[in-house]
């Protein structure tokens, strides 16, 4: 029924300023957009132009249009240091690792005094778990420009890949500080907090969700901190504000009727829920075992003990409903 606190790696090697709308409805009015931003400028000769596309392009996972418009840029200034930055990243979406590579060192070769591509090459490095190798380039990077978010954030992450808690905090900490709208370490600071049943997990959820209010996997995140750490009246009320956005994901749907059964003890609401996200997934088996669990609180073992063998019959190692057969007996 929970879900546990991990502590998420985020990387941002795709636009950091650009959320990702890659649904097809929404995806359909960014490509308007994109097309729009380039021809507006009446400029095929403006290299930032192009760029300004292809970061659009690329946040709407329209990768060949996002390679199309930065080799246009390229071929009016190849040294365009955020031309070859956005190259990286759609090399990354592509998973090309070597190309990643070229890319950052010939940009590090053009302009040596820029900490962002030695940045990236940190991040990558991290990536193919070359900690070491990692550390060394925000070294360089911190070397090269000490007001440098993106290099404590990475940091960070170094230090929390180790376990040392400690130092990932003092990092993380320092780059919400030198930049207080960059939420990646904003995230990470919740869920460490979270992860030590520290109430300040609360304050910087809620932090995070002022910087991206339009991040739903946040605002899920916090729900399933305030659900697990004994504050259901305001779980509930997240995902309230959630369904009113998104009301077939199963995910809010069953969590309330978690919260119905487990802190309310409230029957009839909690089978409402239940029954609902067994609409939106069919094959669920953890919402089909808490209807029967449902059922059990009520005293109507017949139907508890039908659902519990209903898993069973798909599933014969589902312990659950092995333990539920066991208690109500044969």
């Known amino acids: 029924m929970k879900k546990s606190f991990l502590l998420v790696i985020i990387f941002s090697f795709l636009i950091s300023c650009v959320t990702n709308t890659s649904d097809n409805k929404g995806g359909e009015e960014n490509r308007n957009e994109v097309k729009t931003s380039l021809d507006a400028t009446a400029d095929t000769m403006n290299a930032e132009a192009y760029i300004d596309r292809a970061r659009r392009s690329l946040a709407n ?16 200034d190849k040294k365009n240091i955020d031309a070859l930055l956005v190259l990286a990243d759609i090399y990354y979406a592509l998973g090309d690792d070597d190309n990643i590579l070229l890319t950052l060192n010939k940009a590090c070769e053009y302009a040596p005094l820029d900490s962002r591509p030695v940045v990236k090459l940190s991040e990558l490095s991290f990536l193919q778990g070359n900690a070491q190798l990692s550390n060394a380039y925000i070294d360089k990077a911190l070397e090269l ?21 400690a130092n990932a905090m003092k990092n993380f900490m320092t780059s919400r500080m030198q930049q207080d709208d960059f ?15 520290d109430t300040m997990a609360k304050v910087f959820y809620r932090e995070a969700i002022n910087v991206a209010p ?12 305030l659900q697990d750490n004994g504050y259901p009246e305001e779980a509930m009320a ?19 009727g978690y919260i119905y059964f487990v802190y309310y003890g409230d029957n009839k609401k909690a089978m409402e829920c239940f029954d609902k996200a067994l609409e939106i997934n069919p094959a669920s088996e953890n919402a089909l075992f808490n209807k029967g669990r449902v059922f059990e609180e009520m005293g109507d073992y017949i139907n508890a003990k039908s659902i519990y063998l209903q898993i069973l019959r798909k599933n014969p190692d589902y312990q659950l409903a092995i333990d539920a057969i066991n208690r109500l007996g044969e």
């Not at 996972?61 to 071929?75: F, G, K, P, T, V």
């Not at 420009?145 to 808690?165: E, H």
């Not at 997240?238 to 309330?256: A, H, I, S, W």
């Open 145 to 165: 420009d000490r007001y440098n978010p993106r290099a404590y954030f990475m940091r960070g992450m170094i230090a929390l890949a180790a376990n040392d808690t």
């Open 238 to 256: 997240c995902y309230d504000r959630l369904l009113e956005t998104m009301p077939d994901v199963y995910d809010f749907v069953y969590n309330k």
């Open 214 to 225: 339009e991040d739903y996997s946040m605002q899920y995140d916090y729900a399933m901190y």
């Open 61 to 76: 996972e329209q990768i060949s249009s996002a390679m199309r418009d930065i080799n246009s840029a390229l071929s009016l």
């Open 183 to 197: 939420i990646d370490p904003i995230i990470q600071i919740a869920h460490i907090y979270a992860a030590q049943g």
